[in-house]
Protein backbone atom coordinates (compact mmCIF):
# COMPACT_ATOMS: atom_id res chain seq x y z
CA UNK A 1 0.00 0.00 0.00
CA UNK A 2 1.00 3.38 -0.91
CA UNK A 3 1.99 5.93 1.87
CA UNK A 4 -1.16 8.30 2.40
CA UNK A 5 -1.16 11.74 3.74
CA UNK A 6 -3.96 13.49 4.66
CA UNK A 7 -4.83 16.72 6.69
CA UNK A 8 -5.23 15.78 9.85
CA UNK A 9 -8.81 17.65 10.08
CA UNK A 10 -10.35 15.85 7.56
CA UNK A 11 -9.07 12.77 9.19
CA UNK A 12 -11.49 11.15 11.56
CA UNK A 13 -8.29 10.19 13.70
CA UNK A 14 -11.13 9.39 17.41
CA UNK A 15 -13.64 7.62 14.77
CA UNK A 16 -10.85 5.36 13.31
CA UNK A 17 -9.20 4.62 16.81
CA UNK A 18 -12.38 3.90 18.25
CA UNK A 19 -13.01 0.97 15.60
CA UNK A 20 -9.44 -0.54 15.87
CA UNK A 21 -10.57 -0.68 19.98
CA UNK A 22 -13.79 -2.43 19.12
CA UNK A 23 -11.56 -5.38 17.09
CA UNK A 24 -9.20 -5.97 19.70
CA UNK A 25 -11.56 -6.29 21.58
CA UNK A 26 -12.47 -9.81 20.23
CA UNK A 27 -8.51 -10.38 20.05
CA UNK A 28 -7.38 -9.80 23.91
CA UNK A 29 -8.46 -10.89 27.31
CA UNK A 30 -10.98 -8.73 28.41
CA UNK A 31 -9.10 -7.45 32.14
CA UNK A 32 -6.28 -5.83 29.37
CA UNK A 33 -6.99 -2.65 28.01
CA UNK A 34 -7.36 -3.07 23.96
CA UNK A 35 -4.95 0.26 23.61
CA UNK A 36 -1.96 -1.96 25.23
CA UNK A 37 -2.01 -3.94 21.23
CA UNK A 38 -1.32 -0.66 20.06
CA UNK A 39 2.18 -0.22 20.25
CA UNK A 40 4.42 2.73 19.55
CA UNK A 41 8.38 3.53 18.36
CA UNK A 42 9.94 6.65 17.59
CA UNK A 43 11.70 5.06 14.74
CA UNK A 44 11.32 1.64 12.55
CA UNK A 45 14.65 0.59 13.97
CA UNK A 46 13.01 0.47 17.47
CA UNK A 47 11.59 -2.20 19.49
CA UNK A 48 8.15 -1.63 19.36
CA UNK A 49 6.71 -0.44 22.94
CA UNK A 50 3.50 -2.11 24.19
CA UNK A 51 0.75 0.64 26.32
CA UNK A 52 -0.13 -0.21 29.74
CA UNK A 53 -2.25 -3.05 30.60
CA UNK A 54 -4.56 -0.95 32.17
CA UNK A 55 -4.52 1.64 28.89
CA UNK A 56 -2.74 4.93 27.59
CA UNK A 57 -3.66 8.19 25.51
CA UNK A 58 -2.84 7.11 22.04
CA UNK A 59 -4.09 10.46 20.16
CA UNK A 60 -1.90 12.13 23.22
CA UNK A 61 1.49 9.36 22.11
CA UNK A 62 0.25 10.52 18.10
CA UNK A 63 0.54 14.62 19.17
CA UNK A 64 3.87 13.72 20.98
CA UNK A 65 5.27 12.41 17.69
CA UNK A 66 5.16 8.59 18.41
CA UNK A 67 4.18 6.16 15.28
CA UNK A 68 1.75 4.06 16.66
CA UNK A 69 1.00 0.68 15.07
CA UNK A 70 -3.14 -0.02 14.57
CA UNK A 71 -4.23 -3.66 13.91
CA UNK A 72 -5.95 -4.59 10.55
CA UNK A 73 -5.77 -8.01 10.62
CA UNK A 74 -4.43 -11.07 12.58
CA UNK A 75 -4.59 -14.81 11.38
CA UNK A 76 -5.77 -17.52 12.91
CA UNK A 77 -4.53 -20.98 12.82
CA UNK A 78 -5.95 -21.67 9.12
CA UNK A 79 -3.96 -18.70 7.88
CA UNK A 80 -8.04 -16.71 7.38
CA UNK A 81 -7.28 -13.15 8.25
CA UNK A 82 -9.79 -11.77 10.80
CA UNK A 83 -10.01 -7.63 9.67
CA UNK A 84 -10.87 -4.64 11.31
CA UNK A 85 -12.95 -4.09 8.79
CA UNK A 86 -15.89 -6.92 9.82
CA UNK A 87 -14.22 -9.55 6.96
CA UNK A 88 -12.38 -12.24 6.74
CA UNK A 89 -9.72 -12.68 4.06
CA UNK A 90 -7.32 -16.01 3.25
CA UNK A 91 -7.23 -19.72 2.43
CA UNK A 92 -11.24 -20.36 3.04
CA UNK A 93 -12.18 -16.59 1.96
CA UNK A 94 -14.51 -16.75 -1.35
CA UNK A 95 -11.62 -14.29 -2.57
CA UNK A 96 -10.21 -16.48 -5.37
CA UNK A 97 -7.04 -13.67 -5.26
CA UNK A 98 -6.23 -15.37 -1.73
CA UNK A 99 -5.86 -18.91 -2.62
CA UNK A 100 -2.79 -20.31 -0.33
CA UNK A 101 -1.84 -16.80 0.18
CA UNK A 102 0.15 -16.10 3.84
CA UNK A 103 0.81 -12.42 4.62
CA UNK A 104 1.05 -12.63 8.24
CA UNK A 105 1.50 -15.78 10.83
CA UNK A 106 -0.10 -16.17 13.79
CA UNK A 107 2.48 -14.10 16.26
CA UNK A 108 2.10 -10.93 13.97
CA UNK A 109 -0.34 -8.30 12.19
CA UNK A 110 -0.70 -6.36 9.27
CA UNK A 111 -2.30 -2.94 9.56
CA UNK A 112 -1.58 0.85 10.00
CA UNK A 113 1.89 2.58 11.06
CA UNK A 114 -0.01 5.88 11.57
CA UNK A 115 2.24 9.45 12.71
CA UNK A 116 1.13 12.81 13.01
CA UNK A 117 3.60 15.53 11.34
CA UNK A 118 3.15 19.15 10.75
CA UNK A 119 -0.63 18.38 10.89
CA UNK A 120 -0.84 15.55 8.33
CA UNK A 121 -1.62 12.58 9.27
CA UNK A 122 0.80 10.14 7.78
CA UNK A 123 -0.52 6.68 6.83
CA UNK A 124 1.65 3.17 5.79
CA UNK A 125 0.69 -0.25 6.19
CA UNK A 126 3.15 -2.46 8.32
CA UNK A 127 3.44 -5.43 9.96
CA UNK A 128 3.89 -5.78 13.53
CA UNK A 129 5.98 -8.97 13.87
CA UNK A 130 5.18 -10.59 17.06
CA UNK A 131 8.59 -12.09 18.27
CA UNK A 132 7.76 -15.74 18.43
CA UNK A 133 10.58 -18.29 18.78
CA UNK A 134 12.64 -19.13 16.45
CA UNK A 135 11.62 -15.95 14.50
CA UNK A 136 13.04 -12.56 14.19
CA UNK A 137 12.69 -10.52 17.42
CA UNK A 138 10.13 -7.86 17.82
CA UNK A 139 9.35 -5.16 15.49
CA UNK A 140 7.65 -3.21 12.94
CA UNK A 141 8.38 -3.02 8.92
CA UNK A 142 6.44 -1.22 6.19
CA UNK A 143 4.67 -3.50 4.29
CA UNK A 144 4.93 -2.36 0.63
CA UNK A 145 2.43 -5.22 -0.85
CA UNK A 146 -0.19 -6.39 1.33
CA UNK A 147 -1.86 -8.80 -1.43
CA UNK A 148 -5.26 -9.25 -0.53
CA UNK A 149 -5.74 -7.53 1.95
CA UNK A 150 -4.57 -3.94 -0.18
CA UNK A 151 -7.78 -2.73 -1.46
CA UNK A 152 -10.06 -3.59 1.85
CA UNK A 153 -6.91 -1.93 3.67
CA UNK A 154 -6.95 1.49 1.37
CA UNK A 155 -10.97 1.48 1.64
CA UNK A 156 -11.20 0.67 5.43
CA UNK A 157 -8.74 4.34 5.80
CA UNK A 158 -10.74 6.09 2.94
CA UNK A 159 -13.80 5.36 5.43
CA UNK A 160 -12.60 7.84 8.22
CA UNK A 161 -11.97 10.86 5.76
CA UNK A 162 -14.51 13.63 6.25
CA UNK A 163 -16.51 15.19 3.75
Known sequence: MKEIRIPLEQFDLEAFLDRTIEFLKGWMASEVDPTYALVWVRSLKDVPVFGLESGWDVLSGLAEGK????????????????????????????DEDSEGEMIVGMEDSVG?????????????????LGGACPGPGPGIDLCLDCGVLEGPMEKFIRGFIKG
Open 112 to 128: FLVKVKDGIVIINAGIH
Open 67 to 94: MVFFPFAYADADGVLDCSDGNTYGPTSD
